[in-house]
């Protein structure tokens, strides 16, 4: 099929160039009408979609034009695909076709990676790809999830609604996301000033009252010797804690890449007290919402695993998912399967397998999404109110033995120069 180099005016008057494939000039004027634009000139190319050459045979001109194929490095982030989704379920709600919603889209300039992923989304629905087909090509923007969800809403004519559901969707495991760093953003505060206070302390503060006992010539307390000798390490050493620390943390980042330190670690996160609650809550009512969606939208159950298994950020919950899987291929209900390894709560299990005798699936995965989405806020307020006076604690006690060891021995000296 011959490859045409379009020219064309947007109806603001813009000017805009990319290329297509068609039968004849006339059908590529017809696709370029149907993206809205008012045509100036097409000319065929030297290039076929069947038999493509080498970039440098191709004119200049053809080369330039396909500045609207979205670079492989180019990926929207979530919040752009939130307003893309939202703007584009909104445009075909109020009776506009894909073609021109899409054209609409792509016209507006972001100065992000929306610039470049959209037209190439709406370049492949011209060239005769099914919009699922066309999201799927940038799986970095549009995970798997999404994609389907698409395809069930295109065999359904029910797209609007389901790009709808999807926003609803995204925007409620967005704020789950949110909650659990929102908790996190207070603690690592105190913790890093007193970190800071810590080190300027031993850097700066104790090296010049060192010098002060050293020219005094008497015996100083024990504390004071200790913070004085830590303080001559990090002096002399301090260099080397800053290689050993940031070899470490290589070291684990590479070993967690790997599935058994990425399972290993992940276990640790179900076990640790206080965090596990924070981790468990939120996955359990991802893993409820998101299959709640799919299955209310008509996935079939078998995929709609597939799809959570590879949502879930915990390895040890997807591995898990991906057994129940396997049996659930047996025939065997969803519920059963997840409740034999012990990973899933029996409360969920059985909250499940009552939505499974009843037939509603969906609601009481959306029953359960709720009622985990309410232990995470109090699990995070717990968090939060128990860790922050922990962390003042640690930082008054370590910042307090700094104090105390000076003052020691300022006390120690007086009290030889008085006698």
């Known amino acids: 099929m011959p490859l045409f180099l379009y020219k064309a005016r947007t109806r ?16 590529a004027a017809a696709q370029v009408e149907h993206l809205g634009y008012v045509p100036v000139s097409i000319t065929e190319t030297q290039v076929t979609a069947s038999a493509p050459r080498k970039a ?14 979205a670079p492989r490095a180019a990926h929207m982030s979530t919040r752009e695909s939130l307003t893309f989704t939202t703007e584009l379920s909104d445009l075909l709600a109020s009776g506009m076709n894909l073609g021109h919603a899409l054209g609409a889209l792509s016209r507006r300039k972001t100065g992000k990676a929306t610039d470049d992923v959209v037209p190439a989304v709406r370049d492949a629905i011209v060239r005769g790809a099914s919009l699922s087909d066309a999201l799927a090509a940038h799986p970095a923007s549009f995970p798997n999830l999404y994609v ?25 495991v967005q704020d789950l996301k949110e909650k659990v760093v929102m908790a996190l953003v207070y603690p690592g505060i105190v913790m890093f000033l007193g970190l800071c206070t810590l080190i300027f302390s031993m850097v700066f503060v104790v090296p010049r009252f060192s010098v002060i006992f050293k020219e005094m010539g008497q015996t100083l307390p024990l504390p004071t010797r200790m913070l004085i000798g830590s303080s001559h390490f990090l002096l002399s050493y301090g260099w080397l804690l800053l290689l050993l620390l940031g070899g ?23 076990h640790i007290p206080m965090i596990r609650g924070i981790v ?14 799919l299955l209310a939208n008509g996935v079939p159950a078998l995929q709609a695993l597939g ?63 709720d009622r985990y989405e309410r232990e995470l806020d109090r699990n995070v307020k717990i968090f939060t109110a128990a860790l922050e006076p922990m962390l003042i604690v640690v930082v008054a006690v370590l910042v307090g ?6 003052l020691m021995a300022v006390f120690n000296l007086t009290s030889g120069l008085n006698v």
């Open 280 to 293: 468990a809550t939120s996955i359990f009512a991802n893993f409820a919402r998101t299959l709640s969606t």
């Open 12 to 27: 603001t008057g813009e000017r805009v160039e990319g290329t297509l494939d068609a039968d004849s000039r006339r059908a």
């Open 248 to 270: 470490g943390i290589y070291a684990f980042r590479r070993w967690r890449r790997t599935p058994a330190g990425r399972l290993r670690s992940d276990g640790w996160l179900l």
């Open 56 to 69: 440098a045979d191709v004119p200049a001109t053809a080369r330039h034009s396909f500045h609207f194929r």
């Open 401 to 406: 033995f700094v104090a105390v060891s000076i």
């Open 307 to 369: 799809i959570v298994e590879k949502t879930v950020s915990n390895a040890v919950i997807a591995r898990e998912i991906h057994t129940a899987r396997d049996r659930v291929t047996d025939g065997t209900t969803i519920s059963g399967p997840l409740s034999a390894g012990g990973v899933f709560p029996p409360l969920m299990t059985e909250m499940l397998a009552i939505g499974e005798q009843t037939g509603d699936m969906s609601g009481a995965l959306k029953h359960i999404g």
């Open 148 to 172: 389907s969800m698409v395809r069930v809403g295109e065999a359904s004519g029910a797209l609007a609604e389901v790009l709808k559901r999807l926003v609803e969707h995204f925007e409620r």
